[in-house]
């Protein structure tokens, strides 16, 4: 079975700051991994993804993950963060099987401050 | 337009009475899914489709009942709603390798 751990429920910042929100992942499997972002009151958005390859990802929004394989993390950053950023963000795995199923983690809420 | 639509988007009930979540996508998506979303827990997955008529069971499917007649739409079905089934209710589907959510369901259950 998998499981998706997001080490921060909530993360507070300044707007113009660096931030990192924090994935950990088990799986006995390869993986594909994702991260969605959810603001106030709406669905989820994919923000970027890994499949393969480089394990450098970049997605949407100036957000960046990176895929580490020995530590089964998957953090997302941003190098400057607006408050347009403040919402959800969900860490999910699948295993590439039945249409990609997703576990998600429990989610972290970025706000960011003026 | 093409995309994942779910009705109703607000939907108050009361304890006992049966409920229907609608979820229709216009991609042909094979896979559709049906995830509950719960303060703390993330999303958690209630109930998948692989194409019509064939539906299986996720991580939390007691008091739910799904049916996929069509491969268009993929109605969840609450059949005797308890306080503990409010939740936000959103379906998916998958693409190549991406899952696309509807804008989701708020169920009160009183």
């Known amino acids: 079975a998998q499981s998706v751990t997001q080490l921060d429920s909530q993360v507070p910042v300044f707007e113009e700051a660096p931030v990192e929100l924090r994935c950990n992942y088990s799986s006995s499997v390869s993986v594909y991994l994702f991260w969605y972002v959810q603001y106030p009151n709406q669905g989820l958005q994919l923000l970027l993804k890994y499949l393969s390859g480089s394990t450098l990802v970049k997605g949407i929004n100036g957000f960046e993950a990176e895929f580490n394989k020995s530590q089964t993390s998957f953090h997302l950053r941003k190098p400057s963060v607006h408050i347009s950023d403040t919402a959800e963000y969900f860490c999910a795995v699948s295993d590439m099987e039945y249409g990609n199923k997703l576990v998600f983690g429990a989610g972290t809420i970025l706000r960011v401050k003026s | 337009d093409a995309g994942i639509t779910q009705s109703p988007r607000y939907k108050i009930t009361e304890t006992g009475r049966q409920v229907t979540l609608m979820c229709h996508q216009t991609w042909s998506h094979s896979y559709m899914f049906w995830y509950r979303q719960d303060l703390g827990h993330g999303l958690r997955l209630i109930y998948y489709s692989a194409a019509a008529d064939i539906t299986d069971k996720g991580e939390v499917p007691d008091g739910y009942v799904v049916s996929r007649s069509k491969t268009e739409n993929f109605p969840l079905t609450l059949e005797s709603a308890t306080r503990s089934q409010t939740s936000v209710y959103f379906c998916?589907?998958?693409?190549?390798?991406?899952?696309?959510f509807g804008p989701g369901t708020r169920l009160t259950v009183l």
């Open positions: 998916a589907s998958t693409g190549t390798d991406t899952q696309y």
